[in-house]
């Protein structure tokens, strides 16, 4: 059985008279992603037949790909482009109602949009003395109704601010200098900690294979 937003679903998986009742599915649980799958595909059927989806043109076959973005669990990344949207007014446009569509499609599965983990780049390029740059967008922000009626902001970064989505930090400008970063941080992390633990050297390598070079 699904909880939603409006309630219990009257359908369910594995039959209503089930001996264990589950809560949720718990961290780590190996139906989790199954689980988020069945929940969400729905999510993004709605959105996919409703418009609110990225426009990618084959240059060669001229065959049209059409996404509305990628999601793991908590995280989700929308796409929002298109030859129709020529303008940084129509971007934004689109964008509003892009998010906004999403953000009451979480909710009617008892979700909503955490406004303080989300940001957005506004991306546009001008050319300028013979070289294509981006442009200044930052402040374009998004403003949306949470999840108790009260207003959400999102925040619009520069094209050089690095963000962590998707387990990776990165940004359309520089790239992810950022993750190398954390990778390095992460390594040294793990040495000292593996100096100091004093570990059998079959359980050090246990350590690196299924615990750093995972993660």
Not at 31 to 46: Q, R
Not at 100 to 129: E, H, P, R
Not at 143 to 158: N, Q, R, Y
Request: with cysteine; hydrophobic share 40%; glycine share 12%.
């Amino acid at each position: 059985v699904v909880r939603s937003g409006y309630g219990d679903s009257a359908s369910s998986y594995g039959g209503t008279e089930t001996p264990m009742r589950w809560m949720g599915l718990g961290q780590g649980s190996r139906g989790a992603p199954d689980g988020w799958l069945i929940v969400s595909s729905p999510l993004f059927n709605i959105m996919r037949k409703a418009g609110y989806c990225a426009e990618i043109e084959n240059p060669i076959t001229l065959e049209m790909t059409r996404s509305v973005g990628c999601a793991f669990v908590d995280d989700a990344n929308m796409y929002v482009f298109s030859r129709k949207l020529n303008s940084l007014d129509k971007v934004h446009h689109e964008a509003v109602g892009h998010i906004t569509t999403w953000s009451n499609l979480l909710k009617v599965i008892g979700g909503c949009v955490k406004a303080k983990k989300s940001f957005w780049y506004l991306m546009n390029q001008v050319f300028v003395d013979g070289e294509w740059e981006w442009e200044d967008t930052e402040g374009c922000d998004l403003v949306l109704s949470g999840d108790d009626g009260d207003t959400d902001v999102i925040e619009s970064l520069a094209m050089d601010k690095e963000k962590k989505f998707l387990g990776v930090f990165d940004s359309p400008e520089v790239g992810n200098a950022g993750q190398f970063e954390n990778i390095e941080k992460k390594v040294d992390g793990f040495v000292a900690k593996m100096r100091n633990g004093k570990l059998p050297s079959y359980l050090g390598w246990m350590a690196y294979k299924f615990k750093l070079w995972p993660s």
